[in-house]
């Protein structure tokens, strides 16, 4: 079953935060996220294990809620090139060989 | 700058004709996975290889697709007969030899545009 993320879609302003979140309703083993420009293929961000553990990457942060099994990427001070569709990938601890990816989340960043 | 490639790029077919979508892995990675992308079903896990061996293709339909790995530098996916319903992005991807598919990075190709008409 497929990780629900939210929001859909969200339009920022540069320098704004967003907040995407994902969730899943089985036990994660890992969560992984990418960043999909149009046309082109995804891009990967990071990955978070199981253990509640919080990482980042420049402005962009994550962090996982094992007892949730959710996990949000923070954007901070949002520029430009964050624009793109985000996905989330949830590997399940039943087969964590497996990874299964939300529907996107398309964020846009304008001047 | 090591990349994963995928041929062709594009490709435009008749229904009922065969497809064949090829994929260099990054030169050392030894897991390659098969996704098919499309608005309706999102990013879609279909087959993924590790040393070559077919690990899982649960998510690829039996009757018409194939994937092979006749060597470590290349990764087919097959399509007989062809479907419109098939029309959709196929990305390849890639890991390095890790500990586990769950904690890997996956490197993607720029995938292949397939249109069946």
């Known amino acids: 079953q497929q990780p629900v993320q939210s929001p859909q879609a969200v339009i920022l302003r540069e320098g704004e935060d967003a907040v995407i979140n994902c969730s899943s309703s089985?036990?994660?083993?890992?969560v992984h996220w990418y960043r999909q420009k149009h046309g082109e293929a995804p891009v990967f961000l990071m990955i978070?294990?199981?253990?509640?553990e919080q990482k980042g990457h420049e402005k962009i942060s994550a962090s996982f809620n094992e007892k949730k099994q959710q996990s949000s990427l923070y954007l901070t001070a949002s520029q430009l090139s964050y624009s793109g569709t985000y996905f989330c990938?949830?590997?399940?601890?039943?087969?964590?060989?497996?990874?299964?990816f939300g529907t996107g989340t398309r964020l846009q960043v304008t001047l | 700058d090591a990349r994963v490639t995928q041929t062709p790029r594009h490709k435009v077919t008749e229904m009922g004709q065969e497809v064949t979508m090829r994929c260099q892995p990054i030169?050392?990675?030894?897991?390659v996975f098969w996704y098919r992308q499309t608005m309706m079903q999102g990013l879609e896990l279909l087959a993924y290889?590790?040393?070559?061996?077919?690990?899982?293709d649960s998510g690829m339909p039996k009757d018409r697709f194939s994937a092979e790995m006749p060597d470590a530098t290349l990764a087919t996916l097959k399509i007989q007969p062809s479907e419109p319903r098939d029309s959709a992005v196929y990305f390849c991807?890639?890991?390095?030899?890790?500990?586990?598919?769950?904690?890997?990075?996956?490197?993607f190709g720029p995938g292949t545009r397939l249109t069946v008409l």
């Open positions: 290889f590790r040393n070559r061996a077919p690990l899982d």
């Open positions: 089985k036990a994660l083993y890992s």
């Open positions: 991807a890639s890991t390095p030899n890790g500990p586990s598919y769950s904690t890997d990075t996956q490197y």
């Open positions: 990938g949830t590997a399940p601890v039943q087969d964590a060989s497996k990874l299964t």
């Open positions: 978070l294990l199981k253990g509640g």
């Open positions: 030169l050392g990675h030894n897991t």
